[in-house]
T-cell receptor
Framework: DVKVTQSSRYLVKRTGEKVFLECVQD?????MFWYRQDPGLGLRLIYFSYDVKMKEKGDIPEGYSVSREKKERFSLILESASTNQTSMYLC???????????????FGPGTRLTVT | RKEVEQDPGPFNVPEGATVAFNCTYSNSASQSFFWYRQDCRKEPKLLMSVYSSGNEDGRFTAQLNRASQYISLLIRDSKLSDSATYLC??????????FGTGTSLTVIP
């Protein structure tokens, strides 16, 4: 069974704090993703990584950075948290199986972050 | 224009009913298609992949129409446990997945 774990289920931080969200997957997947999910907006991609030390911006990277030093771990960093970053953050991983082959994403349980 | 669009619902149906959800996507080069299910305050989980020829898994049938760029999900004989939000997901030629905002289903006893 694929397992994706996230460091916290609930987190409360103050405006201006630096926030680290950690994600670990145990299936040797090449690709890892960070999303945020907000009511009415669905899941929006913040960053993704297709290999160690590689990263690509998603749709809403502003105010975030990421780090992938090891294949199994993908960290999301909020450099200076703001109230508009209050959201549910979901990490996902997926394998790369070759062209034309369906492969799905596996999600972690999510971190509900509140910035006050 | 959004990459993936879904009717948000909500759909409220009685037990035993048949319900269908549709989803449209904008990128004709999209390659992979999925339906995910998300329960309240939980993470999304794969319900089924959608293949070009259509596919069925028990009470669930998924169809893909590439010409019209839409995907459908049919649920027959609805159960109370089918109540959830259903997410349409599309992957194009890159590594990025695009999610619809989800369609909410409540099955009523």
């Amino acid at each position: 069974d694929v397992k994706v774990t996230q460091s916290s289920r609930y987190l409360v931080k103050r405006t201006g704090e630096k926030v680290f969200l950690e994600c670990v997957q145990d299936m040797d997947h090449e690709n890892m993703f960070w999303y945020r999910q907000d009511p009415g907006l669905g899941l929006r991609l913040i960053y993704f990584s297709y290999d160690v030390k590689m990263k690509e911006k998603g749709d809403i990277p502003e105010g975030y950075s990421v780090s992938r030093e090891k294949k199994e771990r993908f960290s999301l960093i909020l450099e200076s948290a703001s109230t508009n970053q209050t959201s549910m953050y979901l990490c996902a991983s997926s394998p790369t199986l070759g062209r034309g082959v369906h492969y799905e994403q596996y999600f972690g349980p999510g971190t509900r972050l509140t910035v006050t | 224009r959004k990459e993936v669009e879904q009717d948000p619902g909500p759909f409220n149906v009685p037990e035993g009913a048949t319900v269908a959800f549709n989803c449209t996507y904008s990128n004709s080069a999209s390659q992979s298609f999925f339906w995910y299910r998300q329960d309240c305050r939980k993470e999304p989980k794969l319900l089924m992949s959608v293949y070009s020829s259509g596919n069925e898994d028990g009470r669930f049938t998924a169809q893909l129409n590439r010409a019209s760029q839409y995907i459908s999900l049919l649920i027959r004989d609805s159960k109370l446990s089918d109540s959830a939000t259903y997410l349409c997901v599309v992957k194009s030629t890159g590594n990025q997945f695009y999610f619809g905002t989800g369609t909410s289903l409540t099955v009523i006893p």
